[in-house]
């Protein structure tokens, strides 16, 4: 199946970087995604922020073309599927339940494995109409170790999202922000997957891989001439 995107050796393994914010692992037939916060928009409203408009129909589409488009048999989730309890609200909670029972008649058997992140630990139950099976991190799918806080992954092979990673690009006056993969060592640090998240600039390291998201491809960026190697503090609050 050809798809758009950038193939990735890791450990061995093919995995193939998605414009759309995720990583297909077609060997195994798994889709990865990571920080959807779903309901982030009824939060808002219910703490009398500025009006948004319910976007949840737009991600689950989202979403749901991926799984479609790969042959998906197995979606893990990398942690805060929900942004806070409001991710069950009347508003979002019953569009989630009609996603999944459409999900279910065009993908037959799919393993829906939430691996909890800070935000699902904070939001509560989820509905056992959504089917899907939530775990503590990290967890191992085949040699890849998986976790919401890429301190959870080790030093193997491993993936993880919560630091919502983006690239800064400089030519003159002019800036372009991207969301990318970020691979240090052998741990692959996804985007977030949703669409009105805020993303986070990433500092690299001499040896880090960076591919950043441009439209529907998915690049490789070699570093700046003269670029300044920092470290960069793990974000706690995403």
Request: net charge neutral.
């Amino acid at each position: 199946m050809s798809l758009p995107g950038f193939r990735l050796t890791l450990a061995g393994l093919d995995l193939h970087l998605l414009p759309g914010r995720a990583v297909w692992w077609p060997g195994e037939h798994t889709l990865f995604v990571a920080d959807l916060h779903w309901g982030k928009e009824a939060t808002f409203r219910q703490r009398g922020g500025m009006p948004i408009p319910d976007i949840t129909r737009h991600e689950l589409d989202r979403l749901e073309r991926l799984l479609l488009e790969t042959d998906c048999r197995r979606l893990v989730l990398l942690g805060d599927l929900v942004h806070s309890s409001a991710g069950r609200s009347p508003t979002v909670s019953p569009q989630v339940e009609q996603w999944r029972h459409a999900i279910a008649g065009k993908r037959p058997g799919l393993d829906f494995v939430l691996i909890e992140g800070n935000h699902d630990q904070r939001s509560g139950a989820l509905p056992e109409s959504w089917g899907l099976t939530r775990l503590e991190a990290p967890v191992q799918v085949g040699p890849l170790t998986c976790a919401h806080y890429p301190e959870e992954v080790g030093p193997g092979p491993g993936l993880a999202g919560h630091l919502h990673p983006r690239i800064d690009l400089r030519r003159g006056p002019d800036r372009l922000r991207l969301p990318c993969f970020w691979l240090r060592g052998q741990q692959l640090t996804l985007p977030a997957f949703a669409w009105f998240a805020g993303h986070s600039p990433i500092a690299r390291e001499p040896g880090d891989r960076v591919f950043a998201i441009a439209d529907e491809e998915v690049l490789e960026l070699a570093p700046e001439r003269g670029e300044s190697y920092r470290s960069r503090r793990p974000r706690t609050g995403s």
